[in-house]
Nanobody, 115 residues
Framework: QVQLVEFGGGLVQPGGSLRLSCAAS????????MGWYRQAPGKERELVAI???????NYAHSVKGRFTISSDNAKNTLYLQMNSLKPEDTAVYYC?????????WGQGTQVTVSS
């Protein structure tokens, strides 16, 4: 069982930055994959960035070059650094972990990009 809690959402102006954090209840050393998804109002949940064991890192085309996913295994924490934010990045952001065939999700954190 893995429990995930996100931190760091909020309101930011276009062009600004935010860093999301996702604290895991257990070790993230042996997970198969971990990443961030987002869901905007009226839209389906979509992949933002993911780290897959043995594969590497993948980003959605819309965030490539602006967002950076990273992890601190010692702190069991996943991060998403978001720079040059745009209004279309507004969404609820969810932390995700894939472990032993199961998918685990955080409760989500709201990111709003608006002037």
């Amino acid at each position: 069982q893995v429990q995930l809690v996100e931190f760091g959402g909020g309101l930011v102006q276009p062009g600004g930055s935010l860093r999301l954090s996702c604290a895991a209840s257990g070790s993230i050393l042996s997970v198969n994959s971990m990443g961030w998804y987002r869901q905007a109002p009226g839209k389906e949940r979509e992949l933002v960035a993911i780290i897959s064991s043995g594969v590497g890192t993948n980003y959605a085309h819309s965030v490539k070059g602006r967002f950076t996913i990273s992890s601190d295994n010692a702190k069991n924490t996943l991060y998403l650094q978001m720079n040059s934010l745009k209004p279309e990045d507004t969404a609820v952001y969810y932390c995700y972990v894939g472990y032993r065939g199961n998918a685990y999700w955080g409760q989500g954190t709201q990111v709003t990009v608006s002037s």
